[in-house]
Nanobody, 126 residues
Framework: QVQLVESGGGLVQAGGSLRLSCAAS????????MGWFRQAPGKERAFVAA???????RYADSVKGRFTISKDNAKNTVYLQMNSLKPEDTAVYYC????????????????????WGQGTQVTVSS
């Protein structure tokens, strides 16, 4: 069983930055694929970014160049640094874990992950 706890959400003006954190339980955190997804009101949960066990990263086109995913294996924590935020980035952001450590086509979809956090709200005002 893996527990995920997100933090770092909040209200920020357009153009600003936030850093989300996701603390994970489990002794084999370094072997997971960790992902970030977001869900805006009335929309489906959508892929934002992911990082593999080796540190390879993947991003949605809408956040490339603005968001950076990283992890600290010693702290069992994955981060999402969000810069140049836009109002359309407003959503609940969820952390997710896939116990398989390498990317696959399913890494871009919610069904590719075994465990989820409770979510943290990010609101970007114009």
């Amino acid at each position: 069983q893996v527990q995920l706890v997100e933090s770092g959400g909040g209200l920020v003006q357009a153009g600003g930055s936030l850093r989300l954190s996701c603390a994970a339980s489990g002794r084999t955190f370094s072997t997971y694929v960790m992902g970030w997804f977001r869900q805006a009101p009335g929309k489906e949960r959508a892929f934002v970014a992911a990082i593999s066990s080796s540190g390879s990263t993947r991003y949605a086109d809408s956040v490339k160049g603005r968001f950076t995913i990283s992890k600290d294996n010693a702290k069992n924590t994955v981060y999402l640094q969000m810069n140049s935020l836009k109002p359309e980035d407003t959503a609940v952001y969820y952390c997710a874990a896939n116990l398989r450590g390498y990317f696959s086509s399913s890494s871009y979809y919610t069904n590719g992950y075994n465990y989820w956090g409770q979510g943290t709200q990010v609101t970007v005002s114009s």
